[in-house]
DNA sequence: AAAGCTGATTCCGTAATATGGAATTTGAAT
DNA sequence: ATTCAAATTCCATATTACGGAATCAGCTTT
């Protein structure tokens, strides 16, 4: 499928610019022009790309927020959970986030910005950053098995992104092991510097995981002593979505 | 470019369905099992779709929504209009759409819908709809040349939605004339039975239009005595996001 | 106005790739 | 164990994609 990875090499080329001419496209994949020209026009053809009729300058079209919205299930999540997160967001006043889990990274599919802080989320919808570090993740990882993580931490380097970042594999499983037990994790600025996040679970009907509410904000307004409220919010506000989407937890 | 266009079809068709197996998929768009596994199996080997690793079950991945957030210009667009809709939204008290023309179409890129209506929006993000029919569509339409007004009137039917539906080429033409005069456009009833709109657009900093902020709900609830106050509110949303994305009015 | 330039587009003989029927495997259900 | 439906692999063949070279289109410079 050899055109197939250069169709979608070129659609990840132009994603990363707002706007590309072929010439520009071939030198950044390393395709010939013809070959550009030739795919790309196809997409345009089929709208997933749009082309500018005089620039000639390409660019990702409306088609992809339409199938981003078609990412069903995900879409359903979303839905449920939006008023929750602005509920939760006013109570907090701080800003909150829906997240899942994707393959070895965590995917932000939804945020409540808080009008109260001036913090730029770097958890833009569709965003993804590694497991061990964030908060949404670690609470993933607390429900795998042992084998399950394992595998995780052999194939997966412990990169340190700032100085709290966890890099030790039995302090990160210890970690694990504690978040277990409370039901939500901590991010103590192990992402990005100044930032702390909580995150507590959202399951499914059958209490499955499918998706972790999380609080982020600057370190000094999530301070240390406000942790274990904002914990309890969270976990008040996840089991909401989750007995929404069907869980009924009185076993 | 067969390849490519049963690629795209195939996508198409997962998208339909929430998930697929493949030789459901076989039936769906009538291509052979190979040539669908073939075709599927990079998609998932470079995350453009998921397969249940017991059912073995195909559906659209979190990459799209990643793809869809990297639709550019639109993103800023949808940023920096936000906040101006959340508070339209307060102010009337009624669900608020942001939209782009999008060929023939009109793309809905956000709505912040309404906490005091139960109204079922039609508008979700990424959703399509003509432009002939609509409030949204009708504004960006006012502002075409005689030419392009003729050349899309030669090629689109105009078919009846509701029995409100503008289906006839003079009377649209004497509407898209008022719409221009006065500014702001209403779809009364032409799209869905019962829904009323008025909308209003926003220009970038030459002053050419790239988006309609619109206010849409039950009929009853947009009532001919209010749509002018409604219209100026909308009016004075769309110039501040206008005025935000750089277009000075002093002229 | 003409020449020069840059990038887009088209051409076309060739090599490589996608094709899909048939065979095989998987795994669930009986 | 046996059956069955679906997924997956195989492979000879035809088709398609390939990309260098030529051409075209829209600018800028002289």
Redesign the interface.
Known sequence: ?K???K??DI?EAV??T??VGIRQLSELTGFPPPTIH??TS??VE???LKQDPITRRL????K???????????FNLKAIARPYLENLMVELKESVNLA?Q??DYV?Y?DHVRSDYTMLQLFT?????VPLYCTGVGKIFMSRWSPSELDAYLRRTPLLPHTNRTIVDQSKLIAELRKIKALNYAVDNEEMEQGVRCVAAMVVDHRGLPVAAVSVSGMAKRIAQARIKAFAESLKACSRAISRKMGFRDTA
């Open positions: 499928m055109s197939l990875h169709t979608l659609i994603a990363k707002n706007s030739r795919i196809t997409l089929r709208r997933y660019s990702l079209s409306i992809f927020l339409e199938l981003g919205n078609m990412v069903q299930q995900r899942v994707d393959g995917a599919l833009k919808p569709g965003a993804r």
